[in-house]
């Protein structure tokens, strides 16, 4: 008989030979390096999340008017530090967005009397120049000038 048919072989029985040796666990010095590193690289994810896209402006968007198939406006509220210079993209689009209307928009620095909150938000109306009729007005991105 063979080995492999006969069910008193050891070969036959053993499950080792059957399902392959047992997979060893994790030593306990092995799983806390594991997890201190899963630790150290969820706290510099979270960091760079937080901190790292903080870029010290927020944009909001205020309103859109079409005007014409030529012109569509949009009103934008941003905050950003009183002394500091910001630059916003704003883009118009159509039915099937696609954009057909783009231009960067740029704040200056304010007053503490202007504006809101001691001169950091400020509500600016950009125009664009539209190839086709619009339907809506969209703040894209807005960053600090150096």
């Given at each position: 008989?063979?080995?492999?048919t006969n069910l008193n072989s050891p070969a036959a029985t053993s499950l080792a030979n059957r399902y392959g040796t047992p997979?060893?666990?994790?030593?306990?010095?092995?799983?806390?390096?594991?997890?201190?590193?899963?630790?150290?690289?969820?706290?510099?994810?979270?960091?760079?999340?937080?901190?790292?896209?903080?870029?010290?402006?927020?944009?909001?968007?205020?309103?859109?008017?079409?005007?014409?198939?030529?012109?569509?406006?949009?009103?934008?509220?941003?905050?950003?530090?009183?002394?500091?210079?910001?630059?916003?993209?704003?883009?118009?689009?159509?039915?099937?967005?696609?954009?057909?209307?783009?231009?960067?928009?740029?704040?200056?620095?304010?007053?503490?009397?202007?504006?809101?909150?001691?001169g950091r938000t400020t509500t600016v109306r950009g125009q664009m120049r539209t190839d086709s009729l619009a339907v809506t007005?969209?703040?894209?991105?807005?960053?600090?000038?150096?």
């Open positions: 008989m063979d080995a492999v997979k060893r666990a994790l030593s306990k010095k092995a799983k806390i390096i594991i997890l201190s590193v899963v630790g150290a690289l969820s706290l510099t994810w979270i960091l760079w999340v937080v901190v790292g896209g903080n870029t010290g402006i927020s944009q909001k968007l205020v309103s859109y008017e079409v005007v014409d198939p030529t012109l569509a406006t949009v009103d934008i509220a941003v905050t950003k530090d009183p002394g500091a210079t910001a630059q916003c993209a704003v883009k118009a689009m159509n039915s099937t967005y696609a954009t057909v209307g783009w231009n960067i928009i740029t704040i200056g620095p304010n007053g503490t009397a202007d504006g809101s909150e001691n007005g969209v703040v894209e991105n807005c960053w600090i000038v150096e």
